[in-house]
C-alpha cells in the first residue's frame, strides 16, 4: 500500500480557456492513465511533506548523473541507507540500524526473505526509488523498524520518445542500453515502452567477470470511459564467474587483524552463480463517481539461482607469517522461488462535518514458494594453501546428484485501511489498521514446519501546518516482521514485535524549490533475529533478542537555483541491546550523504557534480574465530561531468572513489575490500 501523488480525475471537464475538449480528452478520462505514472508512496493523495514519515527519493537523473546501473549503486545515493554488500553476489539494505525486509515494486511486494538481495539488479527499468524510513505499519502491515524499498517502474508515455547509450569503463566494462515509448493506437489511448540493457566486464577482485541482462515491456491504455489497463514484463539474467561465497577471513591467529590487496579473493576459477529474475504484472483501475476508484493488480515472481561455489573460513585465524589457516569447502546448488500477489483496494474522498476527508480499503493475498536442492561434493573441509592462493589452488570436485535440500511455503493474508481526518484547515489525522494471517510450512533439511500466526497492527499520525511552508508531525506503528531465521534446533524464530515513533518537521524554502526534513526517531523490537553461533555442521542458528533504536535524521532535497541541484543527509543513532550495551556494531551509528550538480549560467550545456557517503567506524565478531573486525570512518566521493554537445546528445565521464579510499564493502558477515578508484566514459543520445 503505496502514497500517491497525483491529480484526480478530470472526465470531460471544459478547459479553463473556455475550448470544447478534443477527442484525446475524452478518452483520457483516468488522471493515473492520463499521467501515465506509477504509485508513490501510498494510496492516499498525500505529497511527501504531508507524510507522517521520512521518505527520500532518488530519482532518474541522479541515477543517470552518478552512472548508478545497479540497485545498490542507487540506494548509495539515498539518505540514511546501507548497502551491506558482503558477498559478491548477496547484499543486504539496512536502515536506522536494523535490515530493510520489505521491497515493493509500485507499492506491492511480499516480504525479502531474510532481506537477501541475490545478484545485481539492474536499475535501468526503474523511474525512481522511494526510500520509506522507519516502521511501515501504514505501508505494508508487516517490518522492522528500519522501512521500505519502493521500485517505482518506468511506465509508457503520452508522446514518442527514446534513447540510446554505450559506456565503457575500468576493468573492459561495456555496457549498452535502450528505451523506447510511443502510443499505438491513432488517438493516444495506448501506449508501449521497452527497456533493455546489457552490461558485461571483469572486476578489480581477482578472478570475477559479470555478464548481465535486463529486458522489460509494458504496455497501458483505456478500457471504456472509467478503466485503464497495465501490462508488463521483465526479465534479467545475471551471470557471474568467479565469484565469492562468503568472503574474507580479516583476523591473525594472534588476534591482530590481516591486510591484503583491494583485490583479494577467496574464489577458483571453477565457480560461478546464475540468477534469472522474471516478474509479471497486470493493473486495472476503475475510475467511480465522486472521485473514487477501485484498483485490482496481480503481480507475478519467480527467481531461479544455479550456482557452484567455494567456500574459505578459518576456526583460528591465518598464521600472518604464512597466510595458512583457511579450510575449504564447495557447494553445488539450484533453487527456484514462486511468488503470487493479488490486490484490490477502494479509495476516494468523502465529505464528513463540513469537510472533505479521504478513505482507503483494501486486501491482498500473497503466496510463495521456495525449494533448494544440492549437489554433494566428494571432498571438503581440507587444509588450502597460504592465503592469498591463486585461482587454481583447489580442482573442482565431482558432484553427486540433485537431490532434494528444504521447501518453504509461505501465505500472507492481509486485510488494511486508512483515513486522512481534515480536522482543520491546518490539523490533520491519519488513522489505520492492518491485518495480518501469515502462514508458513515446509521441510527445513529434515525439520518439519507448520505454522499459522495473525496480527492487527494500529497505525497514527498526525500533521499540523504552522505556517503555508513549516508542517510538524507525528506518528506511531506497530512492529510486526514474521521471521525467516531458525534457532539451534533448525526451528523458526517467532515473528519479531514492537512500537515504533517518530516525530519531525518538514520545510519548504525558496519557493518550495528545496525540502527539508529532520525526524527523530525510537523504535522498540522484541525478539529480533540475531546471530547466535554455527552448528558442529557448520550451519548458522539464531536467537531472539530486544533490541532499542533512537536517533534523528536530516535530510535536505531541492535545488538552492536555477543551476544548482543538492541532496544532503546526515543520519545518528543508537543501538542498545536488553543489557543496554552496544547492539550490532556491524552498522555505522552515523552516515552522512552528498549530492551536488550544477550548471554553468554561461555555458548551459556543460554540468558538473560532486557526491559520496561518509561513515562512522564498525567493528564484528568473526564467527569462526571470535576476533574483531574493525573498519574505521571512512569516506567514498565520486564525481562527474557531462556535456551536452547536441540538443540531444550527452557525453558524460564518471569518476568514482575519487581519493581512492581503501575500505571493507561490510562487516555486517566480514565482507571484502570496496572498488578502488575507477572510470567510465558514456554516451547517450535522445530521440
Known amino acids: ?74 540506494l548509495r545515493l539515498a539518505t540514511g541507507i546501507s548497502v551491506e554488500e558482503w558477498e559478491t553476489n548477496r547484499t543486504n539494505y539496512a536502515a536506522r540500524g536494523f535490515e530493510i525486509k520489505n521491497n515493493q515494486i509500485d507499492g506491492v511486494g511480499l516480504p525479502n526473505d531474510w532481506g537477501i538481495v541475490t545478484g545485481a539488479l539492474d536499475s535501468f527499468g526503474y523511474e525512481k526509488l522511494e526510500v520509506i524510513r522507519g516502521a511501515n505499519g501504514l505501508l505494508t502491515g508487516v517490518g522492522n523498524a528500519s522501512g521500505t524499498i519502493n521500485y517505482v517502474r518506468k511506465r509508457p508515455t503520452n508522446d514518442e ?46 578472478g570475477l567477470k559479470n555478464d548481465r541482462t535486463f529486458l522489460y515491456g509494458v504496455v497501458d491504455g483505456q478500457i471504456g470511459d472509467n478503466g485503464t489497463l497495465t501490462l508488463g514484463y521483465a526479465w534479467q539474467a545475471n551471470k557471474s564467474d568467479g565469484n565469492m561465497w562468503g568472503a574474507l577471513t580479516l583476523v591473525n591467529n594472534d588476534g591482530t587483524q590481516a591486510e591484503f590487496d583491494t583485490s583479494a579473493s577467496t574464489t577458483q576459477d571453477w565457480t560461478y552463480w546464475n540468477t534469472t529474475t522474471q516478474n509479471a504484472f497486470v493493473e486495472y483501475t476503475y475510475a467511480l463517481p465522486a472521485d ?40 553445488k546448488y539450484v533453487d527456484e522461488t514462486t511468488s503470487h500477489l493479488g490486490d484490490i483496494s477502494i479509495s476516494g474522498r468523502y465529505t464528513l462535518f463540513g469537510r472533505e476527508h479521504e478513505a482507503m480499503l483494501g486486501a491482498s493475498v500473497a503466496r510463495s514458494e521456495q525449494t533448494y536442492w544440492n549437489h554433494a561434493p566428494d571432498s571438503g573441509f581440507e587444509a588450502l594453501p597460504g592465503f592469498p592462493y591463486a585461482g587454481n589452488a583447489v580442482p573442482e570436485p565431482n558432484w553427486g546428484p540433485k537431490t532434494f535440500y528444504s521447501v518453504l511455503n509461505q501465505e500472507l493474508k492481509r486485510v488494511y485501511g486508512v483515513t486522512r481526518l481534515a480536522l482543520s484547515d491546518r490539523f490533520k489525522a491519519i488513522l489505520g489498521f492492518n491485518f495480518a494471517e501469515y502462514h508458513r510450512d515446509g521441510d527445513n533439511t529434515g525439520v518439519l514446519f507448520d505454522q499459522t500466526e495473525r496480527e492487527t497492527s494500529p497505525y497514527a499520525g498526525l500533521t499540523f501546518d504552522f505556517t503555508d511552508s513549516l508542517l510538524g508531525y507525528v506518528s506511531y506503528s506497530d512492529i510486526y516482521q514474521p521471521q525467516d531465521q531458525y534457532d539451534i534446533d533448525r526451528n523458526y524464530l517467532d515473528a519479531s514485535k514492537g512500537v515504533n515513533y517518530e516525530v519531525g518537521v518538514k520545510k519548504d524554502w525558496l519557493d518550495k524549490r528545496l525540502m527539508t526534513t529532520l525526524a527523530w526517531f525510537r523504535a522498540e523490537q522484541k525478539g529480533l533475529s540475531t546471530y547466535a553461533g554455527v552448528t558442529e555442521d557448520f550451519q548458522y542458528y539464531y536467537t531472539g533478542v530486544d533490541v532499542e533504536s533512537e536517533g534523528f535524521e536530516f535530510e535536505a532535497s531541492g535545488k538552492l537555483g536555477d543551476n544548482i541541484d543538492v541532496v544532503l543527509g546526515y543520519t545518528s543513532l543508537e543501538l542498545t541491546g536488553p543489557d543496554g550495551k552496544d547492539e550490532y556494531e556491524w552498522y555505522p551509528r552515523q552516515t552522512a ?42 569516506a567514498v566521493m565520486n564525481a562527474f561531468v557531462a556535456w551536452n554537445f547536441l540538443p540531444n546528445a550527452t557525453l558524460r565521464a564518471n569518476v568514482n572513489n575519487l581519493a581512492d579510499e581503501k575500505y571493507i564493502n561490510s562487516l555486517y558477515q566480514i565482507g571484502y575490500y570496496g572498488a578502488p578508484r575507477n572510470y567510465s566514459l558514456s554516451l547517450d543520445w535522445r530521440f
Do not use: C
Open 593 to 634: 550523504n552528498l549530492q551536488v550538480t550544477a550548471r554553468l549560467p554561461s555555458h548551459p550545456a556543460l554540468s558538473f557534480g560532486l557526491g559520496g557517503r561518509w561513515q562512522s567506524k564498525t567493528s564484528a565478531v568473526d564467527s569462526y574465530t571470535g576476533y574483531t573486525v574493525r573498519q574505521g570512518a571512512y
Open 161 to 206: 520518445q527514446g534513447s540510446v547509450g554505450v559506456s565503457v569503463g575500468s576493468w573492459g566494462s561495456k555496457r549498452v542500453q535502450v528505451d523506447y515509448s510511443a502510443p499505438i493506437t491513432e488517438d493516444g489511448a495506448w501506449a508501449a515502452r521497452v527497456v533493455a540493457a546489457r552490461e558485461v566486464g571483469d572486476s578489480y577482485l581477482r
Open 292 to 331: 473514487w476508484q477501485i484498483k485490482a493488480s496481480y503481480n507475478y515472481r519467480r527467481t531461479g539461482n544455479d550456482d557452484q561455489l567455494f567456500f574459505a573460513y578459518s576456526a583460528t585465524g591465518l598464521d600472518p607469517e604464512t597466510g595458512e589457516g583457511l579450510l575449504g569447502w564447495p557447494g
Open 1 to 74: 500500500m503505496l502514497i500517491a501523488i497525483h491529480a484526480q480525475a478530470r472526465g470531460a471537464d471544459t478547459p479553463a480557456d473556455g475550448a470544447q475538449p478534443t477527442d484525446l480528452d475524452k478518452v483520457l478520462v483516468v488522471a493515473q492513465r492520463a499521467d501515465r505514472v506509477s504509485n508513490g508512496a501510498t494510496n492516499l493523495d498525500l505529497a511527501i511533506k504531508e507524510t507522517p514519515q521520512s521518505i527520500g527519493m532518488v530519482t532518474r537523473e541522479q541515477m543517470e548523473r552518478f552512472g548508478a546501473d545497479t540497485i545498490n549503486d542507487a
